[in-house]
C-alpha cells in the first residue's frame, strides 16, 4: 500500500486485521494534506465512495470497494504546546508509536484503550476507550481537529468554537471527512503501578464494586471455560519504573495500558448503563455457561465516565462496557446474536469499530442527538461521498 494518489489506478485486494472485511479497491496512499485534497478531488470526479484506513483494526464493514485512503504516512506530532499541555498530531500516527513519542516531550494520553495498534484517527472517530469510572473515552481528550471535507475544502474545527458540530464529528466514524490531524489534551507524563491475578469469579462477584471505587482502572476477563476471572488494577504512582513481581510492575504509561493481542478475533462491545452493567454480566454469564461452555475467549468488563459526545456509547450516562470475543477463524455470529439480545434489553449501546447489527432506526431510540449528528453529517457531505451501504443504513436509514 504506497500508492501515490496518480498511481493509485489497478483495484488491488485489502482486508482488515482480522480477515472479517475484504475489498478489492482502489488504495490510494497520501503523504501530506494536499494529496489527500486531489484524492478527494479526483474520487468526487469520478463519483466514488472514499473511505479511509488507520490499522484496519475495526471489525465493521467500514470500508469499500471504490477508494481506500490509507493514512499511513500522516504521522507524527506537528505540534506540542507544553503550556496548555496540547499537541497535534498526524491522523494515522499509530497508538503505540505516539506514546514514546510524547513521553520524550515529557507528556502522556491521558487514558488508552488496551489495544495499541490502531491509529489516532480510527481510535477517535470509532469512540475508542480505556477503562476506569471517573475517565472518559479517549475522543473527550479532543480539543481540534483539521479535516479534508467532500468537497475538498481544508476545515479546522475546535471544541471551543464549534460546539455540536464538533461533538458530532469528535466520534464521526469517518463520515464528516477525512481528517488529517488532531489536537489533543495531554496530562505531564506519568507512570502506572500494574498487578494482575487469577481468582474464581466468586471472588470477583464479591470484590469487583470495591475495586471500581477505589482505582484508577479496574477491569477483568472472565472465560466461560474456566469459570474464573483475570482481575487488572492500574494506579498513578510517582515511583520510578521497577519489575515488583511476577505480575506487577510500575512502568510508563504508554507501556503499561496496552496488552499483547497476537491471536487474532472478531469482537463484539455493548455499553450499558452503569447501574445495569453487573445483571447485563451476570445473563451473560449465564447464557454462555449454558449454551458456549467451552469457549475459550472472555468477556471483558470495564468502566467509563459519561460525556456529552453526539454519538459516543457513554453520552449521557456513566456506563459499563461489555466485550464479547470469537476467534477470527470459527464463525461469530451465534455467539454474537445471543450475547447481543442481552445487551439491547438493558438499553445497549455498541462500539462503533465492533459488530453489531444495529441500523438507523435503532439509534434514534438510544441517541437524544441522533437527528442533530445526521443534520451535521449532511451538511458537510450532503451526497454522501464518505458513505457505504453499511453506514447509509446505519446513519443515514
Known sequence: MTQSPSSA???????????????RARVVAPTDVEQVVTAVHAARDAARTVRCVGSAHSFVPFWTDDVIVVLDALDGIRAVDRVRRTATIGAGTKLHALGPLLWAEGLSLPQQGDIDRQSLAGALSTGTHGTGRTLPSLPNFLIGMTLVTADGSVRELTRERDGELFRAAQVGQG?????????????PAFNLHERTWSCPFAECA???????????HFEFFWTPSTDACE???LNKTDAAPARLGEREYIAPAWQAFPSERDVRFNEMEYSVPFASGWDCFLELRAMLLRDFPK???????????ADDILLSTAQGRETVTLSVHQGA????????DAAEA??????????????????????????????????????????GMFLNDYLRRLLVG
Not at 489506478?9 to 475489498?23: F, I, L, T, Y
Not at 463520515?175 to 496530562?187: E, K, N, Q, R, S
Request: with cysteine.
Open 342 to 383: 442481552i445487551c439491547r434489553n438493558h438499553a445497549g449501546r455498541p462500539h462503533w469499530g465492533k459488530l453489531h447489527r444495529l441500523e438507523s432506526r435503532d439509534l434514534a431510540a438510544l441517541y437524544p442527538h441522533f437527528a442533530a449528528f445526521q443534520r451535521h453529517r449532511a451538511a458537510l457531505d450532503p451526497d
Open 175 to 187: 463520515v464528516f471527512g477525512i481528517m488529517v490531524d488532531a489536537t489533543v489534551a495531554l496530562d
Open 295 to 305: 469457549l475459550p475467549w472472555p468477556i471483558e468488563y470495564r468502566t467509563l465516565a
Open 206 to 216: 464479591a470484590e469487583h464494586a470495591a475495586l471500581i471505587e477505589h482505582n484508577r
Open 231 to 233: 482481575m487488572k488494577v
Open 329 to 336: 477463524e470459527r464463525d461469530y455470529r451465534p455467539l454474537f
Open 9 to 23: 489506478v489497478q483495484p488491488a485486494d485489502w482486508h482488515n486485521w482480522s480477515g472479517s472485511q475484504r475489498h
